[in-house]
């Protein structure tokens, strides 16, 4: 079982910048790829950006990729979202979410291959 605990949201202006933590429990994290989602009011869930076990292989959504930036520190069970450049639409509720697979190659874009959620951080741009 792994337990995610999102935090670093807020509010913002836009063309400002966030990073969000988020912190996991269990034996396998370091094992596992990772992956943030987001959700607006009224809009379905969709995929932000993917992180492989070992952080070597990294894949984003086009509508952030080159703003934001995926990380892990396997030592701190933790992986990042750093967001640059943030823009209205940016505005959501932020998933981070744990696949069960160990070892996997990565490039998971659909949340049902993911296993484990968080709760979520809100993020709020500004104009």
């Known amino acids: 079982q792994v337990q995610l605990v999102e935090s670093g949201g807020g509010l913002v202006q836009a063309g400002g910048s966030l990073r969000l933590s988020c912190a996991a429990s269990?034996?396998?994290?370091?094992?596992?790829?990772m992956g943030w989602f987001r959700q607006a009011p009224g809009k379905e869930r969709e995929f932000v950006a993917g992180?492989?076990?070992?952080?070597?292989?990294?894949w984003y959504a086009d509508s952030v990729r080159g703003r934001f930036t995926i990380s892990r520190d396997n030592a701190k069970s933790t992986v990042y979202l750093q967001m640059n450049s943030l823009k209205l639409a940016d505005t959501a509720v932020y998933s981070c979410?744990?696949?069960?697979?160990?070892?996997?190659?990565?490039?998971?874009?659909?949340?049902?291959?993911?296993?484990?959620w968080g709760q979520g951080t809100q993020v709020t741009v500004s104009s």
């Open positions: 979410a744990a696949d069960n697979r160990q070892y996997g190659y990565g490039n998971y874009y659909g949340a049902n291959e993911y296993d484990y």
């Open positions: 269990g034996r396998t994290f370091s094992a596992v790829a």
């Open positions: 992180i492989n076990w070992s952080g070597r292989r990294t």
